[in-house]
């Protein structure tokens, strides 16, 4: 079985139109978005019958997914809950949520290693950092010092972090 191809779906809109194109600005769009983003989706796409089926509604402006390594589950990251969600996708608990981890700060991506571990980018007070967990939701590392992060993935015995904010990608060599 080929596993689903798994979609955030986060929209901060009025009507019919975009709080953009209605001249927001971009502090008071990204206040009002975190205020009303919890009509968040998380979508399961099916490409041999192209069909659509939301997994998850109603996240608080959902932000990273990452599947299992055996695609058992699907967890997806909520920056204004500061958590992470786990949501059964086969096994007893097929079609439940639980919390996978709860977080001090707002998370951003959230990626899988090799191992099956997770890392997830954290953000709190400007500062960004680096959590690694297991695949039970277990905290495992934390690498911390950043400036704000929006990205970590673990490949090749080296650890990338990356951001919006800033212009160049950091990597911790030899990292194990």
């Not at 204004?80 to 786990?86: F, I, Q």
């Not at 998370?107 to 997770?118: G, H, K, S, V, W």
């Not at 997830?120 to 939701?137: M, Y």
Request: proline share 3%; aromatic share 10%; hydrophobic share 40%.
């Amino acid at each position: 079985m080929k596993p689903p191809l798994l979609i955030l779906r986060n929209t901060c809109c009025t009507r019919n139109k975009s709080m953009k194109d209605e001249g927001w600005s971009s502090v008071s769009l990204n206040l009002r978005c975190l205020a009303q983003w919890e009509a968040n989706r998380c979508n399961s796409y099916d490409l041999s019958t192209k069909n659509v089926t939301v997994l998850l509604h109603g996240l608080a402006f959902a932000n990273g997914v990452a599947l299992s390594k055996d695609s058992d589950f699907v967890l997806v990251t909520q920056t204004t809950a500061k958590n992470v969600l786990r949501y059964w996708l086969r096994g007893p608990r097929a079609n439940t949520v639980d919390t996978f981890f709860n977080l001090q700060g707002a998370p951003d991506n959230i990626n899988r290693n090799i191992n099956a571990e997770f890392w997830v980018a954290e953000n709190s007070a400007g500062r960004g950092k680096a959590v690694k967990l297991d695949a039970q939701g277990n905290f495992l590392d934390v690498v911390d010092g950043f400036n704000p992060v929006s990205h970590v993935e673990q490949r090749y015995g080296n650890l990338w972090i990356g951001s919006v904010v800033n212009k160049f990608v950091g990597v911790i060599l030899n990292f194990v």
